[in-house]
């Protein structure tokens, strides 16, 4: 395995004259990127397979050097140096195969605990370019997030933090999406996770929004990528979000406006959205019906509720809506149902509503007119919720 990998180093070695003339030809690197790409691909369909992680358990010589070349990021992309015993093989592969390995929660649990390797992770994340290592770099941290044990101690060594920097720069759409994948792992099920990013702690004069903490970057992203993919997974980590406010406000409607405000700042909107793309473009009806459980969570509060009639308003979300009360049962239905019971707490056409979010006076929240229900959103709503034996949502003066 170690020969095969050998391949995939994205430099030729640096011990000759003649090697560093090779590597400025720019045809050499062109055909050694190639060559690269495929090795990796092959790598990729191997770890696949499912003899691959009871042929390497952690204890293997394979798997130590992968953990070594992980341990050592500044040497792991040269060829061999004669002070080190054997050849490490370069990052890509070895982030592939450990990422491959993490499977299960007690494996993420040893090789944090017991081979301390996320250490020096941070400056991988921080200092490689190159797309093929952070690939699966990123996609390994979010393995290793899949215990609960894990999960603080990423944080302490800044792994959350080093997901801003592909949601702020432009690397590419594949490892934007591995990020917001990461991030969302990190944050499942943890109050505590969340409540570090949206920077608790912090100067209190600080404008959260300003501060541009992990979440308030990748909804920035959504604002400004095109990619589905990349969406969806911006999209799942905002559902998760909702899972956490909601279940954190424990019935209090104005613990759950606090958090979300803290936590997403002045990017209340694309927050919105971003639930929103899930229910118009999720996979399946298992994934659209996700998106719908968010807006359902998001009704505890009103600003949520603000922000989910901008939403509706959109012809596309109307359509949908008719087909889930349409499948008269399931996730969507059930999760559109609360919805709709929920509407009534804003009134159709309200005026411009602007409020500060208590006890942060910094943080100056509006919501202009044009969040009002559209005459024909309204409609087709109070249509839906008739044929879902509710009661009407507004009042007849609504009319």
Not at 173 to 201: D, N, W, Y
Not at 210 to 232: C, F, H, I
Not at 339 to 358: E, H, N, R
């Amino acid at each position: 395995m170690k020969p095969f990998l050998s391949m995939a180093y994205p430099h030729p070695p640096e011990s000759s004259q003649a090697d560093r003339e090779l590597d400025e030809d720019v045809e050499a690197e062109a055909n050694l990127l190639q060559c690269r790409q495929r090795v990796l691909k092959a790598l990729y369909s191997i770890c696949a397979m499912p003899e691959f992680t009871t042929a390497y358990p952690l204890s293997t010589e394979l798997v130590k050097s992968c953990l070594t070349s992980v341990r050592k990021p500044h040497l792991a992309n040269t060829k061999y140096r004669a002070e080190y015993d054997g050849e490490l093989p370069p990052l890509s592969g070895a982030c592939v195969i450990l990422t491959s390995l993490t499977q299960s929660e007690q494996i993420a649990r040893s090789l944090v605990e017991d081979h301390r390797v996320h250490e020096r992770l941070p400056e991988l994340l921080h200092n490689v370019d190159d797309q093929d290592i952070l690939y699966p770099a990123v996609n390994f941290v979010g393995r290793l997030a899949l215990s609960a044990s894990n999960k603080l101690i990423l944080i302490q060594y800044g792994l959350l933090g080093a997901m801003r920097r592909f949601f702020t720069q432009d690397t590419t759409p594949t490892v934007q999406r591995e990020a917001a994948i990461t991030v969302r792992r990190l944050v499942t099920g943890s109050p505590e996770v969340l409540a570090i990013a949206r920077g608790q702690g912090t100067n209190p004069s600080m404008d959260l929004a300003a501060k541009d903490n992990e979440l308030v970057a990748a909804l920035a992203l959504l604002q400004r990528t095109d990619d589905a993919s990349l969406r969806l997974e911006i999209g799942r980590l905002a559902i998760e979000i909702c899972r956490i406010i909601w279940k954190s406000a424990d019935g209090r409607p104005e613990d759950a406006e606090e958090n979300f405000t803290t936590t997403v700042g002045s990017y209340g909107q694309a927050f919105g959205d971003a639930v929103a793309f899930v229910i118009l473009h999720g996979e399946n009806p298992g994934a659209r019906g996700e998106g719908w459980f968010g807006f359902a969570m998001m009704s505890v509060w009103t600003t949520g509720r603000a922000l989910i009639r901008t939403c509706l308003n959109g012809e596309a979300m109307l359509v949908e809506v008719k087909k889930v009360v349409a499948s008269g049962s399931g996730p969507a239905y059930q999760n559109l149902r609360v919805l709709l019971a929920k509407m009534d707490a804003l009134p159709v056409g309200d005026p411009l509503l602007s409020f500060t979010a208590f006890p942060y006076p910094y943080l100056h929240l509006t919501f202009p007119q044009k969040d009002a229900f559209l005459p024909e959103t309204q409609c087709a709503l109070e249509n839906a919720a008739e044929q879902m034996g509710l009661a009407p949502i507004w009042p007849k003066e609504h009319h």
